[in-house]
């Protein structure tokens, strides 16, 4: 691809094509010692608002060195909310620990806080929040209760990067932050990456050694430890002291990275103008309700959710209401996932005394056949002004409400 190439209402339209090229170029002075992960980590911490920034490979693999870093071991608890996706639980098990369910708040679908110390045992090490469709988890509450016990709160911000929450970003208030960079996030490393945030040194140094394949050289500092020669060419040379996985992130994917990181204001902001151009469509109907906004926070509308009530108010089921948009020209939206514990690889299993089945949740699970997710990136913002239209021209007609 020609480096100089745009697309008008492309993703990539800074300087991604140039840093991969550059980054390619392996023989330059540029490239000693890997500097495209180390520019990537020093600019996010200072964007941000942390003191370390580690790159990985995915925000799977950042989620699970954060339950390392927490000191995580087989048979400990991680309480964690029941609408995510099921990888927060799969990192969990691939530690030997147990995921511990809490219900949503019903009125930001966030974890529940005044149901979490409920779930606290003796066996508990950590609790990982999800900050939902953009609008950050009211953390301090959250923050409190982990403080009586001890706890670790990890916040996968992986659809709040950049979003504020008080008087910083969302993820930057707990002990863990945890970003990904998954091709449909506000950001991309290319197809696939993430970040881990802290400001405590020892949870960092731990963090980088678990994603590091254990080098026992890496520090808390971003970038990787330089050492002469006559050091490692030695039989003698002690490489690993932490048995840990790869989940490095390369320098191309940096290269990318921090390209897309030089546009995050813009990136974020088209997304809350799509946002609000749905929440403006929505706005009035009363068998539809959206994610309450607290004043102390900002959405950034990774996606649009919406709580679908229309069959008992109107008779009108999901997936009708999803036919006919679609038939109007919509593009279509997504349904919440499942909830963790009722997808196949859970459902029925025992795990700390808690059957994985329905009625373990009651409200997310209520939720799950409700919300509709309506896409936010588009790359052209009249487009999304039409698929607001037609929710709002659908919504008009099953009101009756005639033009």
Same mark, same amino acid.
């Given at each position: 691809?020609?480096s100089d190439y745009k697309n008008p209402f492309g993703k990539f339209n800074?300087?991604?094509?140039?840093?991969?090229?550059?980054?390619?170029?392996?023989?330059?002075?540029?490239?000693?010692?890997?500097?495209?992960?180390?520019?990537?980590?020093?600019?996010?911490? %200072?964007?941000?608002? !942390?003191?370390?920034? =580690?790159?990985?490979?995915?925000?799977?693999?950042?989620?699970?060195?954060?339950?390392?870093?927490?000191? +995580?071991?087989?048979?400990?608890?991680? =309480?964690?909310?029941?609408?995510?996706?099921?990888?927060?639980?799969?990192?969990?098990?691939?530690? /030997?620990?147990?995921?511990?369910?809490?219900? @949503?708040? &019903?009125?930001?679908?966030?974890?529940?806080?005044?149901?979490?110390?409920?779930?606290?045992?003796?066996?508990?090490?950590?609790i990982i929040v999800v900050s939902l469709y953009g609008l950050p988890v009211? @953390?301090?509450?959250?923050?409190? @209760?982990?403080?009586?016990?001890?706890?670790?709160?990890?916040?996968?911000?992986?659809?709040?990067?950049?979003?504020?929450?008080?008087?910083?970003?969302?993820?930057?208030?707990?002990? =863990? $932050?945890?970003?990904?960079?998954?091709? !449909?996030?506000?950001?991309?490393?290319?197809?696939?990456?993430?970040?881990?945030?802290?400001?405590?040194?020892?949870?960092?140094? #731990?963090? #980088?050694?678990?994603?590091?394949?254990?080098?026992?050289?890496?520090?808390?500092?971003?970038?990787?430890?330089?050492?002469?020669?006559?050091?490692?060419?030695? &039989?003698?040379?002690?490489?690993?002291?932490?048995?840990?996985?790869?989940? #490095?992130?390369?320098?191309?994917? %940096?290269?990318? /990275?921090?390209?897309?990181?030089?546009? =995050?204001?813009?990136?974020?902001?088209? #997304?809350?103008?799509?946002?609000?151009?749905?929440?403006?469509?929505?706005?009035?109907?009363?068998?539809?309700?959206?994610?309450?906004?607290?004043?102390?926070?900002?959405? !950034?509308?990774?996606?649009?959710?919406?709580?679908?009530?229309?069959?008992?108010?109107?008779? +009108?089921?999901?997936?009708?209401?999803?036919?006919?948009?679609?038939?109007?020209?919509?593009? $279509?939206?997504?349904?919440?996932?499942?909830?963790?514990?009722?997808?196949?690889?859970?459902?029925?299993?025992?795990?700390?005394?808690?059957?994985?089945?329905?009625?373990?949740?009651?409200?997310?699970?209520?939720?799950?056949?409700?919300?509709?997710?309506?896409?936010?990136?588009?790359?052209?913002?009249?487009?999304?002004?039409?698929?607001?239209? @037609?929710?709002?021209?659908?919504?008009?007609?099953?009101?009756?409400?005639?033009?």
């Amino acid at each position: 691809m020609n480096s100089d190439y745009k697309n008008p209402f492309g993703k990539f339209n800074g300087k991604e094509a140039e840093y991969a090229l550059r980054a390619l170029d392996s023989e330059t002075p540029e490239n000693k010692n890997f500097p495209w992960v180390q520019k990537f980590e020093e600019a996010f911490s %200072a964007g941000i608002g !942390s003191r370390y920034s =580690i790159a990985v490979n995915s925000g799977t693999s950042g989620l699970h060195a954060a339950l390392y870093a927490a000191g +995580v071991d087989p048979g400990d608890e991680v =309480i964690q909310p029941a609408t995510t996706v099921v990888m927060d639980a799969y990192v969990t098990m691939h530690l /030997g620990a147990v995921p511990v369910f809490v219900d @949503i708040c &019903p009125k930001s679908w966030n974890i529940d806080a005044t149901k979490i110390e409920e779930k606290i045992t003796k066996r508990t090490k950590a609790i990982i929040v999800v900050s939902l469709y953009g609008l950050p988890v009211d @953390i301090d509450p959250i923050l409190e @209760i982990a403080s009586k016990y001890n706890l670790t709160v990890i916040d996968d911000s992986a659809e709040t990067l950049m979003t504020r929450y008080k008087d910083g970003m969302a993820g930057t208030h707990s002990h =863990i $932050g945890v970003y990904s960079f998954e091709k !449909s996030k506000h950001m991309t490393s290319g197809s696939e990456g993430g970040m881990l945030i802290t400001s405590d040194e020892n949870l960092a140094v #731990r963090a #980088r050694k678990f994603a590091g394949i254990g080098y026992k050289g890496l520090t808390a500092e971003a970038g990787r430890t330089s050492l002469a020669s006559s050091v490692y060419q030695n &039989p003698d040379y002690e490489r690993f002291d932490t048995i840990g996985f790869n989940y #490095r992130m390369n320098a191309i994917t %940096a290269a990318i /990275g921090l390209a897309q990181f030089e546009r =995050i204001e813009y990136l974020v902001e088209r #997304r809350k103008v799509v946002g609000k151009l749905f929440l403006d469509a929505v706005t009035g109907c009363d068998w539809i309700e959206t994610q309450h906004i607290p004043g102390h926070s900002d959405h !950034s509308y990774f996606t649009f959710g919406l709580l679908f009530n229309g069959e008992a108010a109107k008779g +009108v089921t999901w997936r009708e209401f999803y036919d006919r948009y679609k038939a109007m020209g919509g593009d $279509g939206f997504y349904a919440c996932w499942k909830n963790p514990y009722m997808e196949p690889s859970l459902k029925g299993k025992v795990l700390g005394g808690q059957v994985l089945d329905l009625g373990l949740c009651p409200v997310a699970e209520d939720y799950q056949k409700k919300i509709m997710a309506f896409k936010s990136n588009y790359r052209d913002i009249s487009e999304a002004k039409e698929q607001a239209a @037609i929710l709002k021209k659908l919504i008009d007609d099953i009101n009756g409400v005639k033009k």
